[in-house]
């Protein structure tokens, strides 16, 4: 009774984490919207990560020991910041475009191509019913995309740009070597993505306004907040119950958008991410269930 007690309180704790990390993460992303107004995304990026980096340090330090800061396959990591740096720079690109939501919406298909990718190219085995989830998700992208329609966007393609790049980054974390602990491939996310995107910068690089520096500091801060309390939701509680909270980031990025931009996604957007989050959830459940 003890143990089913203490479970539960771990399941609602890890809930509450999630919940308030992916609106820490809805903020850092509204965050950079207003900065891509003025500042390109490398440059964005490249400022949150070398704020964060402090952060992360002591995070690592706190949460996993001195240990934490080791690093046995440093080159994967590299590699992994690549991968991340690419998803951000698109979806931030996106921002300048898009709504708020409807960038968001797009970059939920990502669970989908971790499914394929894990198929086609990774062997591993997929049944019928996630192959017709997969099916189902992407058909609420062409939804909510209207390829060939007039009100279709070139812009929309970047997000899912991201989704497959997001993907690429989870597949990833099999190559990391198993000794190294979930705060070291944070540390080394944050490290890899400030060392990466200082290479380019320098082209892009435009001074920073005063008014701004709260702002850079805020991404920095959402950024990683939202970052460390969704990792430990998933340590407290099983990933069938908080993975699906992800998707809260909708109704998170929507009352965004409409206070700060006066966005409202048309009625296509919100259908096609309906049948995006249907799949990605029912993905999520089959997953966990053949699993055990």
């Known amino acids: 009774m003890q143990a089913t007690l203490e479970l539960r309180r771990a399941s609602l704790a890890g809930m509450a984490m999630m919940c308030v990390g992916v609106a820490c993460l809805s903020v850092n992303d509204?965050?950079?919207?207003?900065?891509?107004?003025?500042?390109?995304?490398?440059?964005?990026?490249?400022?949150?990560?070398?704020?964060?980096?402090?952060?992360?340090?002591?995070?690592?330090?706190?949460?996993?020991?001195?240990?934490?800061?080791?690093?046995?396959?440093?080159?994967?990591?590299?590699?992994?910041?690549l991968l991340w740096i690419s998803a951000a720079f698109l979806f931030?690109?996106?921002?300048?475009?898009?709504?708020?939501?409807?960038?968001t919406a797009l970059v939920f298909v990502a669970p989908l191509f971790i499914t394929a990718i894990s198929a086609l190219f990774l062997r591993e085995h997929v049944g019928w019913r996630r192959w017709l989830a997969l099916l189902a998700g992407f058909?609420?992208?062409?939804?909510?995309?209207?390829?060939?329609?007039a009100a279709f966007q070139p812009a929309s393609l970047l997000p899912v740009g991201t989704a497959l790049f997001y993907a690429l980054l989870m597949?990833?974390?099999?190559?990391?070597?198993?000794?190294?602990?979930?705060?070291?491939?944070?540390?080394?996310?944050?490290?890899a993505g400030a060392l990466l995107s200082s290479l380019v910068v320098p082209f892009v690089w435009v001074p920073v306004q005063p008014?701004?520096?709260?702002?850079?500091a805020a991404i920095a801060l959402f950024g990683t907040a939202g970052m460390t309390l969704m990792t430990q939701a998933f340590r407290l509680a099983p990933a069938v119950v908080v993975a699906p909270l992800d998707y809260t980031a909708l109704?998170?990025?929507?009352?965004?958008?409409?206070?700060?931009?006066?966005?409202?996604?048309?009625?296509?957007?919100?259908?096609?991410?309906?049948?995006?989050v249907a799949s990605g959830v029912f993905t999520i459940w089959r997953e966990n269930r053949v699993g055990r």
């Open 92 to 103: 931030f690109s996106s921002l300048k475009y898009l709504a708020l939501a409807e960038a």
């Open 251 to 276: 109704v998170c990025a929507t009352v965004i958008g409409w206070l700060f931009w006066n966005e409202l996604p048309d009625a296509p957007v919100f259908v096609g991410a309906a049948v995006i």
């Open 30 to 81: 509204a965050l950079a919207k207003a900065l891509t107004a003025t500042y390109s995304p490398l440059q964005i990026l490249f400022l949150r990560n070398l704020v964060a980096l402090p952060f992360a340090v002591l995070i690592a330090v706190r949460m996993g020991g001195t240990a934490a800061l080791r690093s046995h396959r440093p080159v994967t990591h590299l590699m992994r910041g």
């Open 211 to 216: 008014a701004d520096y709260w702002l850079f």
């Open 171 to 191: 597949i990833s974390a099999r190559w990391v070597d198993r000794r190294e602990s979930v705060w070291t491939l944070l540390l080394y996310l944050t490290g």
């Open 139 to 149: 058909t609420g992208v062409l939804i909510a995309v209207r390829p060939g329609a």
